[in-house]
């Protein structure tokens, strides 16, 4: 059974930066697709970035220019750099792994890391 771990969260300062890292095992890293995601008190899961199996990256408009989604398929990791960090970055932060493969389809979730930005 596949498991991905985040781990990097914390309490920074307004402008700070972060990198969270999240880590799988137990499935084929290197074939599956990879978002972030976080989750705000009271909202719903908003989908930030991702990373695909060949290293195209995508990015929600509110952190492109601030966040850099990467992957390092040896250690089964991907990573995501944070700068210039705004309180309303407040969250916890999932990873998301993802295989599409005709009837078989696997999708793995992180038990999310917080991330907390205040002065």
């Known amino acids: 059974q596949g498991q991905l771990v985040e781990s990097g969260g914390g309490l920074v300062q307004p402008g700070g930066s972060l990198v969270l890292s999240c880590v799988g095992s137990g499935f084929n890293f290197s074939m599956f697709a990879i978002n972030w995601y976080r989750q705000a008190p009271g909202a719903g899961r908003e989908l930030l970035a991702g990373?695909?199996?060949?290293?195209?990256?995508n990015y929600r408009d509110s952190v492109k220019g601030r966040f850099t989604i990467s992957r390092d398929n040896a250690k089964n990791t991907v990573y995501l750099q944070m700068n210039s960090l705004k309180p309303e970055d407040t969250a916890v932060y999932f990873c998301y792994a993802e295989r599409r493969q005709f009837l078989d389809d696997r999708e793995y979730w992180g038990q999310g890391t917080q991330v907390t930005v205040s002065s």
């Open positions: 990373i695909t199996t060949d290293g195209k990256r």
